[in-house]
């Protein structure tokens, strides 16, 4: 599974004159959809696909639709502008174009940040070890893994397997300068943007929000991206990364005043960003920092307006990061929205509780396996810290909670 894109060709069914069965189509169909590098048709909507540029992730979302994913940052948004150089990186070894925004960071910092691909076999076999080292830490694990995870099917957290699609990358290593000069690139960064042109508000709308929008439209009709405008030049896809939307450095106050001014400047941008994305050959991801933000009815209504919502809860600063159940881990990963395209619910993940890590080398999403032991060697402290936990997790990814103080197993 990987990212879907819409705006793309969409497969083409033949005139009953001009085929032998029902299930026929059009080849040049087929030929206009492989043209488009690092993309593939999708089976079940003839939509392109699209990695994040991480495997396991894109096994947990599925299908992504044309509106803007976002990411609600962690506490201090490490791992959350990982996902955001992952996402540029796989732009980059696909020869796609990427629009960079940023108010705090600028872009050309962004990119020669950004982790150095796998493209060789023999790093490819190193990472693979690492992960496999981290995975047999504790030789007794698969005798004391509890029934629940053992039927399963395993994540591509790792490229001990190859994958046909994607990409994985070493976050150790920064990605070459000629690799970065190989593709096209835009930037925004809003400091300079504000300093070339005089305070403007249009549609109820703050100045940066505005200047961001117009960027982003005139790169689309400009450089080709405009899918309801056909062209003779080669079809590519546009990856744009929008850093800290919604914070102060926005010119935005959510993130400082349970009532702020301007409630519906953020939401705004989403709703004109989505209409752009819908009719372009172009895919966003947003990092939001969403535990900044008071009011829940703007997160809501984020939340609406995106096609992904992914929240990373990090373990730095709290109790769980010297907590013995969660020591394999770095953090949680809790999915409040995947994609759907093309019909009225989306497709529904059979993961519910996952987990993130961070090694030397790799990032990974995993299943979260708490150890099933409540013998009389685990305390009680942690007997309840691993019912509250499991009650948290349930309700974090779309279940209802029950609200009891005990395992219901």
């Known amino acids: 599974k990987a990212l879907i894109l819409p705006g793309g060709p969409r497969l083409l069914s033949a005139r009953p004159a001009e085929m032998a069965t029902s299930f026929q189509r059009r080849a040049a169909a087929g030929s206009r959809l492989a043209a488009v590098p690092g993309?593939?048709?999708?089976?079940?909507?003839?939509?392109?696909?699209l990695s994040c540029g991480l495997p396991s992730l894109d096994s947990v979302l599925g299908w992504w639709g044309a509106g803007p994913g976002t990411l609600p940052e962690d506490k201090y948004g490490l791992y959350s502008n990982l996902l955001l150089k992952y996402f540029l990186a796989e732009g980059i070894v696909c020869g796609?174009?990427?629009?960079v925004a940023s108010a705090k960071e600028h872009p050309d910092s962004i990119l020669k940040e950004l982790p150095a691909p796998l493209l060789d076999d023999t790093h490819r076999s190193e990472l693979a070890e690492e992960a496999t080292a981290a995975k047999s830490e504790d030789p007794q694990d698969s005798m004391k893994i509890a029934w629940r995870y053992?039927?399963?099917p395993k994540m591509e957290a790792s490229p001990t397997t190859s994958t046909k699609f994607g990409h994985y990358y070493d976050i150790s290593k920064t990605m070459s300068p000629e690799l970065l000069q190989s593709i096209k690139w835009h930037s925004f960064y809003l400091p300079e943007e504000l300093s070339f042109q005089p305070e403007m508000k249009k549609c109820n709308m703050n100045s940066a929000y505005t200047r961001l929008l117009q960027s982003i439209q005139r790169i689309i009709c400009q450089e080709g991206f405009d899918g309801s405008d056909s062209q003779k030049k080669q079809k590519n896809i546009l990856r744009i990364g929008i850093q800290s939307l919604g914070s102060m450095l926005w010119g935005d106050d959510i993130c400082s005043s349970d009532t702020p001014e301007d409630t519906h400047s953020l939401t705004k941008f989403l709703y004109v960003l989505r209409g752009l994305l819908r009719k372009s050959l172009s895919a966003?991801?947003?990092t939001v920092p969403a535990h900044l933000i008071q009011n829940k009815a703007i997160m809501e209504r984020v939340t609406n307006l995106s096609d992904m919502v992914v929240g990373l809860e990090s373990f730095i600063g709290s109790e769980r990061e010297t907590n013995p159940l969660y020591k394999d881990y770095h953090g949680l990963v809790h999915v409040h929205q995947i994609p759907r395209l093309n019909s009225l619910i989306c497709d529904v993940s059979d993961t519910k509780d996952l987990a993130f890590r961070l090694k030397r080398k790799l990032f990974t999403i995993e299943r979260l396996h708490l150890p099933p032991d409540l013998s009389d060697t685990v305390s009680r402290t942690s007997k309840q810290d691993l019912a509250e936990s499991a009650k948290?997790?349930?309700s974090g990814c779309g279940a209802m909670a029950i609200g009891k103080k005990h395992l219901d197993f």
């Not at 993309?39 to 696909?49: E, F, I």
């Not at 796609?96 to 629009?99: A, D």
Request: proline letters at 4%; glycine letters at 4%.
């Open 39 to 49: 993309t593939r048709p999708s089976l079940r909507h003839g939509q392109l696909l």
């Open 96 to 99: 796609h174009e990427l629009f």
């Open 150 to 152: 053992q039927n399963l």
């Open 284 to 286: 966003c991801i947003i």
């Open 392 to 394: 948290l997790l349930s």
